[in-house]
Structures are given as structure tokens and as C-alpha cells.
């Protein structure tokens, strides 16, 4: 499975971004996603995530009510909308896929095998 992240850029606090990622190869109906960040000089952390065949979705705590993940018409898309950035939310987003899993390790990076490059979000206070 590839995966193609896009959308990154600077907002300011209080503003918006969309960020895409796009999964192709060997895909399945059964393939979770999830979006993962890295602040400089902070550990890797969960963002969002959403399972392709019943579309449930799992967030972070920080970024519940302000992030939206969601799947697009297109194919293996995801959208993170994100909404109401806060300074904090500066970091290096990374799409990860995985084909199947359990619930309950959707939120751990080492449970995904797949990962697209990072797209920067930076946003201004």
C-alpha cells in the first residue's frame, strides 16, 4: 500500500486546513487510516483515524470538535478537516494505513504498517 499525503501549509489561529491522503496497492474494504503528528522535539502522536468499511472514527482528545475525519467519494481517499487550529497543532502530519486491526490499538503508530511522507501544518498565533 502507497500512500500520498497532501494539503499541509500555514494558517493562522483560529483558521482551517484540509489535509488528503490518498492509498493505493494493495488495498482493502477492510483498511483503517489514521492521521498521526510530530511536533519538533515532541514524540509522535495519534491524531484521528477512521475505519474504510463502516466509516467509525476515533480522535485524540485535543483535537476533538475541531478535526473532522472523514472518507472521500474517491477511492482509499481520507480527508482530515481541521478547524479552529490552535498554535499547538504545529507539526508534521503523517497518513498511516494498516489492512485490519483490532479497535482498541487504532490510536498506537506501531500497530500501522503502512506511512505516507509528512505534510507541515504550522499555524501562527
Known amino acids: 500500500v502507497q500512500l500520498q499525503a497532501s494539503g499541509g501549509g500555514l494558517a493562522q489561529a483560529g483558521g482551517s486546513l484540509r489535509l488528503r491522503c490518498v492509498a493505493s496497492?494493495?488495498?482493502?474494504?477492510?483498511?483503517?487510516m489514521g492521521w498521526f503528528r510530530q511536533a519538533p522535539g515532541k514524540e509522535r502522536e495519534f491524531v484521528a483515524a477512521?475505519?474504510?468499511?463502516?466509516?467509525?472514527?476515533y480522535y485524540a482528545d485535543s483535537v476533538k470538535g475541531r478535526f473532522t475525519v472523514s472518507r472521500d467519494n474517491a477511492e482509499y481517499t481520507v480527508s482530515l478537516q481541521m478547524d479552529n487550529l490552535k498554535p499547538e497543532d504545529t507539526a508534521i502530519y503523517h497518513c498511516?494505513?494498516?489492512?485490519?486491526?483490532?479497535?482498541?490499538?487504532?490510536?498506537?503508530?506501531?500497530?500501522?504498517?503502512?506511512w505516507g511522507q509528512g505534510t507541515e501544518v504550522t499555524v501562527s498565533s
Open positions: 496497492g494493495r488495498t482493502s474494504r477492510t483498511i483503517h
Open positions: 477512521i475505519k474504510w468499511s463502516d466509516r467509525s472514527t
Open positions: 498511516a494505513a494498516r489492512l485490519t486491526g483490532i479497535t482498541s490499538t487504532l490510536r498506537d503508530a506501531n500497530m500501522y504498517y503502512y
